[in-house]
């Protein structure tokens, strides 16, 4: 400022008021001219303006990276930038408040937070819970305490925390349809996160996720950890399953068999938690890469759900699954929907296989499919109802085991006409006791009179032997039949329960009274046929009494059907020389009676 002189030590006097406001003007105009257009200091090219990194979101200084020292800072200067530590400086991003974004197409309506860019809301539109609506797959209770789905698993409890509870920058925020794409991106510390959902029109999503601490990768999977919104009773937690094909061998095992935490090395072709109904598969892109975590949690839920009291509570297994890629971004198919066998087969492992085995019937599987396929079509070709379908079944399997029940009738002739020559042969050794070795050779004889006549005990047995089969098969069916759950009937207003009012249960019990009822004896002792016309129909009432109701449904139609079968040939030529011979040797021993009485 040493150019510009005091305008009083110039020439003259004093100056006029115009003067000093002219000069006054001249001094602010040359000032301000002085800081436009003074010279600045140089500066580094390293710190050129347009390569500072500019904060969003945030505008203090980013934190040391975690686990890391801190450079030794610099006193910035005028017009100078800070030091970097070898590279960029970290770019913060992260969200300011929670935020939801609601993607939907026919089939769900998924409803993600920022908060861990994790779900909080899954509903399939197509089913519903026990209130009516729409069914929510979220487990709330579960998830509050292990963790929302697709939320991140990390080793490090820390890390876990950090990772989930972070608000992280959604690319979309309110209601977006699908199919689209949506991000969640966070960034902060050193940890850099991006979750990328891509959703299609089925119920399958596409999921990417990388995870990385100062630019290394770190191991974080993506997880649904806390089992499903179906579930409320203390059975169905006890009948969810961990479903996985690892290494080429797919597997359904039980809560009590999974290990909570135990980590499995790909290939991993599929995996994830399911009950009775409803599936979370994983399906990684990289089998061979891919790293599988089961996890398996205790859960304190209601003795009684329905009326909950305070300090009843029971322990459940909630199952869940957590898969990541070993050493790099995740990519990975999610389905999350109900276990429907014709869907399922349609939805490809990166391997070729694909998701039909998650139904898993067992060793029963041989009679199970077939008679589901055979349901399906029943329903979808007309009948349009699955307990008519179920009836159409039964009737459609009474008849083909009718031949059998033909050879049953046979062989109980035989054994009716044979029945004296027996009776002849144990007089014979009835003075020895039981436990005497000579009884083996009045089995001997009796097991040779037999055979000699063409009496075979597995024909007579053969009905029975097949009937069991079959009714196994259709429970197994049955209750794994996601098209039974809240399918209706005349008064049943849900299939895969048990009837309410229990008329089913007590119609099984009334029809097989009347079968065996029906039924000639044959060689069989008319008492223990009264037992057993009395004894089979309550032990097989009690075991319907809590079966599902589409059970009962077919083994009532089944007793309905024989005993209309039973009439029928009791009035054939063979049904009634049975029933003679029964007659005469009732008649016989009630003679004996008589004369033992006197």
Same mark, same amino acid.
């Given at each position: ?7 009083? $030590? ?37 710190? @050129? ?26 006193? /910035?200067? /005028? ?20 935020? $939801? ?25 197509? &089913? ?9 797959? =979220? ?29 992280? =920058? ?44 100062? !630019?290394?990768? =770190? ?23 961990? *479903? ?8 359904? =095992? ?11 090395? !790909? ?9 009775? &109904? ?10 061979? *890469? ?16 329905? @009326? ?20 790099? /971004? ?6 999350? !929907? ?35 396929? #055979? ?72 097991? *040779? ?8 005990? #597995? ?26 759950? @809240? ?5 049943? @207003?849900?299939?895969?329960?048990? *009837? ?99």
């Amino acid at each position: 400022m040493g150019e510009i002189q005091n305008p009083n $030590q110039q020439g003259g006097g004093g100056m006029d008021s115009r003067s000093l406001f002219g000069f006054f003007i001249a001094f602010v105009v040359m000032m301000v001219a002085f800081e436009l257009f003074a010279p600045k200091k140089p500066q580094a090219p390293a710190e @050129h303006p347009q390569q500072k990194t500019q904060a969003t979101g945030s505008t203090a200084p980013a934190a040391a990276p975690m686990g890391s020292a801190a450079p030794a800072a610099t006193p /910035p200067g /005028p017009g100078h930038a800070p030091a970097k530590a070898g590279a960029t400086a970290e770019k913060t991003i992260e969200g300011s408040g929670p935020e $939801q974004t609601v993607v939907e197409n026919e089939l769900y309506r998924i409803t993600f937070s920022n908060r861990g860019g994790a779900v909080t809301s899954w509903v399939l539109k197509k &089913y519903t819970g026990e209130d009516g609506k729409p069914l929510d797959l =979220v487990n709330h209770a579960a998830a509050e305490e292990f963790g929302q789905p697709l939320s991140l698993y990390a080793y490090d409890a820390g890390l876990r925390e950090r990772l989930n509870s972070a608000l992280y =920058v959604p690319s979309a925020t309110g209601t977006m349809e699908a199919p689209g794409t949506l991000s969640f991106t966070y960034s902060a510390g050193g940890l850099a996160v991006r979750k990328a959902y891509t959703f299609e029109s089925g119920y399958t999503i596409r999921a990417e996720v990388s995870v990385t601490q100062n !630019g290394a990768p =770190v191991t974080a999977l993506l997880a649904w950890p806390s089992g499903f919104g179906d579930q409320s009773t203390a059975p169905e937690y006890l009948n969810s399953t961990f *479903d996985d094909s690892v290494n080429g061998k797919t597997d359904e =095992v039980a809560p009590k068999k999974t290990v909570g935490g135990a980590t499995l090395q !790909g290939p991993v072709d599929y995996a994830g938690p399911a009950d009775l &109904y409803f599936a979370a598969i994983f399906i990684p892109q990289s089998p061979g *890469d891919t790293s599988l975590v089961t996890l398996n949690n205790e859960l304190g839920i209601p003795k009684n759900p329905k @009326h909950p009291v305070a300090g009843e509570t029971v322990k459940v297994p909630v199952l869940g699954a957590a898969v990541g890629a070993n050493g790099g /971004p995740l990519q990975t198919a999610i389905f999350v !929907g109900p276990k429907v066998t014709k869907l399922l087969a349609t939805i490809r492992t990166a391997n070729g296989g694909n998701l039909a085995d998650v139904v898993n019937y067992g060793w029963w599987t041989w009679i199970a499919k077939p008679m589901l396929l #055979v349901l399906r079509f029943f329903v979808d070709h007309g009948v349009n109802n699955w307990g008519w379908a179920i009836l159409i079944l039964t009737f459609i399997l009474n008849i083909a085991m009718l031949p059998t029940r033909f050879m049953m009738m046979k062989t109980s002739l035989k054994m009716q006409r044979l029945q004296p020559q027996m009776d002849a042969i144990k007089a014979k050794y009835a003075k020895y006791k039981t436990t005497d070795p000579r009884r083996q050779e009045m089995n001997k004889e009796i097991f *040779d009179l037999q055979r000699a006549n063409g009496v075979s005990m #597995v024909g007579g047995c053969l009905p029975m032997l097949l009937q069991y089969p079959l009714l196994i098969g259709f429970y197994e069916m049955l209750e794994k039949a996601i098209e039974l759950r @809240h399918a209706h009937w005349l008064w049943l @207003h849900d299939l895969s329960v048990p *009837d309410p009012t229990r008329i089913l249960p007590i119609f099984v019990i009334v029809s097989m009274f009347l079968s065996q009822l029906y039924m000639p004896s044959g060689a069989v002792d008319p008492r223990q046929q009264r037992m057993m016309a009395f004894m089979m129909p309550v032990f097989f009432g009690f075991i319907m009494w809590n079966l599902g109701s589409g059970v009962c449904l077919y083994w009532a139609g089944s007793n309905l059907i024989g005993v209309g079968q039973q009439l029928a040939i009791n009035r054939t030529s063979m049904g009634q020389e049975m029933r003679a011979i029964a007659a005469k040797r009732a008649a016989k021993k009630a003679g004996k009676t008589i004369n033992a009485r006197r």
